[in-house]
């Protein structure tokens, strides 16, 4: 298949994986209703989604880096639209938890492979855009899923339904991944032309001297090259897991929404990757994958700063809007720096480790932020992340020259 076709049907596969994945997070206000959850227990049915899929990360790409990136990803499609339902068909809170560690490890089978798929297929100048276009699918799902998922819920009078129906794309997308894509030629990998430093500052890639990724590079090297880096990255999605796994509960408590709207104003949040994912990949084929993610840093600490100060009404939503376009542009550009540094056969496994990474980091922080609110309140905690990014962005300007 051509890679003007892949990337769209792998935005598509993306969109119908985290519809599978996210319906937790806006269903969140009703199923402690249900089961009379405080913030803590919320966050450990986050967490134990959150810490599994990023355990996950690591095996599986070590599998797909070892056997089929492309059956790898079907089984897992499969895997995950199955462990939605049966979290649909759970009674009790302790049910939940393991259906949702189930989802977590089976739904880790997707980013990492399928990043490191069509980082094969695609040309290496055109690398950050494809992976930003192919993000565009997941930020949509974020966008749609909460709408769906609560009109559903609301509609058939039960947040069972949600889990059921939103697991069925991902079923008929692995039919059709496996029914109309193989494996990417492997003269693609010897068609590379990106150089290591100028994929790190502000030359433009495409424009450099040929030179591929040193297929003999180590991982000592590979933690050199770009782990600052992506710890940065981490710690911005740290920050964003924590915001987003409770602004449903905060818009209900400290605006007053109802668990409808609230569940819905989520999703601006994560579906403003939709223009924030393909703009940053663009620009980082042009401008640089470090200068890229200090620019995401740097303006995600103040864009948080204002959503936790904005009134209700027009300014609160273009706030939480504007936030999630600064958190996304960075998520194609680390997988493109990635991509560039890292040789095919190891992509996986780095993709793999990075994700693991942010989601490990994520899925510890998160029931602790909800013992934070439980202690301190929603306002000062969400104000103090905000002030964090704002001075972690600060130091990593300052030394962004040895970065």
């Not at 993306?14 to 966050?43: A, C, E, I, K, W």
Request: net charge positive.
């Amino acid at each position: 298949m051509k890679s003007r076709h892949i990337i769209p049907l792998f935005a598509m596969t993306h969109f119908s994986h985290h519809l599978s994945t996210g319906v937790l997070v806006p269903l969140l206000p009703l199923l402690r209703q249900d089961f009379g959850l405080n913030y803590f227990q919320s966050g450990v049915l986050v967490s134990s989604f959150s810490l599994s899929y990023g355990f996950g990360q690591i095996p599986m790409a070590l599998l797909a880096d070892r056997f089929s990136r492309r059956s790898l990803i079907v089984l897992g499609l499969i895997g995950t639209s199955l462990s939605a339902i049966a979290v649909g068909l759970t009674n009790a809170y302790w049910q939940m938890v393991p259906c949702f560690v189930a989802l977590g490890l089976l739904g880790a089978t997707y980013h990492a492979p399928a990043s490191s798929f069509l980082s094969q297929s695609v040309p290496p100048e055109q690398r950050g855009r494809s992976l930003g276009t192919h993000i565009i699918g997941g930020s949509a799902s974020f966008l749609f899923t909460p709408p769906i998922a609560v009109y559903i819920a609301t509609w058939a009078r039960t947040w069972r339904l949600s889990f059921f129906l939103l697991a069925i794309p991902a079923l008929v997308m692995s039919a059709l991944l496996w029914l109309t894509t193989r494996k990417p030629h492997e003269g693609r990998q010897a068609a590379e032309k990106v150089r290591l430093a100028p994929s790190m500052g502000s030359s433009n890639p495409s424009s450099s001297p040929a030179g591929a990724p040193n297929p003999a590079i180590t991982w000592g090297q590979i933690i050199r090259a770009i782990g600052i880096l992506a710890m940065l990255s981490v710690f911005m999605q740290m920050v964003f897991a924590s915001v987003y796994s409770y602004l449903s509960l905060y818009l209900v408590d400290h605006y007053g929404l109802t668990p409808k709207y609230a569940g819905i104003m989520v999703g601006l949040v994560a579906g403003a990757g939709v223009v924030g994912a393909p703009l940053g990949g663009a620009l980082s084929d042009r401008l640089g994958r470090k200068q890229v993610i200090l620019l995401s840093l740097s303006l995600a600490g103040p864009l948080l700063f204002a959503a936790t100060r904005a009134p209700a009404g027009l300014w609160l939503p273009l706030s939480l809007a504007a936030y999630g376009t600064s958190i996304s542009a960075r998520m194609p550009t680390m997988e493109s720096l990635i991509a560039d540094v890292v040789p095919p056969r190891r992509r996986a496994t780095a993709l793999g480790t990075y994700y693991l990474l942010a989601q490990e980091a994520s899925g510890l922080v998160t029931p602790l932020v909800g013992r934070l609110i439980d202690l301190r309140g929603l306002g000062p905690v969400f104000t103090g992340l905000a002030l964090g990014l704002g001075l972690v962005s600060v130091i990593a300007l300052a030394f962004r020259k040895r970065i």
